[in-house]
């Protein structure tokens, strides 16, 4: 039976711990989470990534964001052995596919929605020809050089713009991934997914490229940049004409989003999306990046979609994702749960949970 929770003085009936880095806490659980959570019920708990798991909680739920080899260990045992208790959100395997720009982009093919993924070839290592990678793959200039990994490192956001091949490829440091850079008026749209949910929010990004910049042998062959999408938006007027409500369709958002989620068997992340706009071919969607846990707060309303989200989960009423990805073999179902019987990870370690 779902906890009554209206009242802002009604004790938390349920305990979310959420083990994530510093920084991710100072964006993310701030006061105004905290509080609305606590008004409806919900108490955030941190998780104590320094000490064994077994020995903190009781908690109903865990959401997490870690790269550490050790964390995932410890949580890949304690559902080996108690599968389901506490839920865990999301499963790690499933997590791993978006730490690798190798195969995060891999779900995109199987959407039914129209979008795709730019042309991209992976160089997985220094000794690699790209230059051979880069005929054989058939791909178009401008490129972007993106590093493989996904670890939570500035490095990992290290990005490179690439006009032509001349003195560039001795420049980038594999193992990367080189993708074909599409036009896009210089705004990207980020799409927070937080369960059934799916926000748009309209972001700044790199400009166009034109075509005579790629043959201006003046200059520079390839420009570095990082987190461009933090940058504040320009004016409309320098926006290649889009506005505000040139978003794409809810519909359309929400169908993309519900075939990652799906696709992906993940409930907590975003997605960048681009939008090419051309006589030959109308508009195009492409998806660029997929980020696990995201920045929550660049929400608006992420304190109600996230306490909305976690209740859902903890009274059972809402499902894993219908279809669990390959490797998500730590995937636990979300399960009616008695408010304030989370089961200690403690009392399951000492057998005390079964009797
Ligand atoms: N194929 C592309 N075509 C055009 N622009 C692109 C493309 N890929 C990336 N960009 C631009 O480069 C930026 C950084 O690329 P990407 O999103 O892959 O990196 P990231 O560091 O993982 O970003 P985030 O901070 O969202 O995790 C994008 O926000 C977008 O502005
Ligand atoms: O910190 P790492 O592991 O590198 O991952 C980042 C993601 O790549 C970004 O996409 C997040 O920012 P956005 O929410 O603006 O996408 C960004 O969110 P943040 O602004 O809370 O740091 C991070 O989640
Ligand atoms: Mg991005
Ligand atoms: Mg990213």
């Known amino acids: 039976m779902a906890p009554e929770l209206s009242s802002p003085s009604s004790s938390p009936r349920y305990t979310v711990g959420y083990a994530l880095l510093p920084e991710k806490v100072s964006s993310v659980v701030r006061p105004s989470l905290v509080a609305l959570a606590a008004d409806r019920g919900v108490r955030l708990v941190a998780v104590d990534v320094s000490r064994p798991l077994a020995e903190q909680g009781p908690f109903d739920l865990l959401v997490h964001k870690m790269y550490d080899r050790g964390w995932r260990a410890q949580l890949e045992e304690l559902a080996a052995r108690h599968p389901g208790v506490p839920v865990v959100v999301d499963s790690p395997g499933a997590i ?39 005929a054989r793959a058939a791909l178009r200039f401008p490129l972007i050089a993106k590093p493989l990994a996904v670890d939570g490192s500035a490095e990992s956001h290290d990005m490179r713009l690439v006009y032509r091949r001349d003195g560039v490829l001795p420049l980038l440091r594999a193992p990367l991934v080189l993708q074909e850079f599409v036009n896009h008026g210089g705004v990207l749209f980020k799409v927070y997914v937080v369960g059934d949910r799916a926000t748009c929010v309209r972001r700044s990004s790199l400009p166009d490229v034109p ?12 420009v570095p940049f990082a987190n461009i999408s933090n940058q504040p938006l320009p004016p409309p007027d320098d926006d290649g004409g889009a506005a505000d409500d040139d978003t794409p369709a809810a519909g359309f958002v929400d169908e993309v989003a519900r075939g990652l989620r799906r696709g992906l068997g993940l409930h907590l992340f975003n997605f960048d999306m681009i939008r090419e706009r051309s006589e030959e071919h109308g508009d195009r969607y492409f998806i660029i990046d997929i980020n696990y846990f995201p920045g929550y707060a660049k929400m608006p309303g992420y304190e109600a979609a996230l306490t909305d989200f976690f209740l859902e989960m903890l009274r059972g009423t809402r499902p894993v994702p219908e279809q669990l990805g390959p490797g998500s073999g730590l995937d636990m179902e979300a399960r009616k749960l008695e408010p304030g019987l989370g089961i200690g990870l403690r009392e399951l370690e000492s057998g005390r949970a079964q009797a």
Request: aromatic share 0%; glycine share 2%.
């Open 96 to 134: 791993d596919r978006l730490l690798d720009r190798a195969t995060m982009l891999d779900v995109v093919s199987g959407l039914r929605a129209p979008v795709s993924v730019p042309p991209q070839v992976v160089v997985s290592d220094a000794a690699a020809d790209a230059d051979e990678l880069l």
């Open 211 to 222: 075509a005579h910049r790629l043959l201006d042998l003046d200059a520079e062959p390839s």
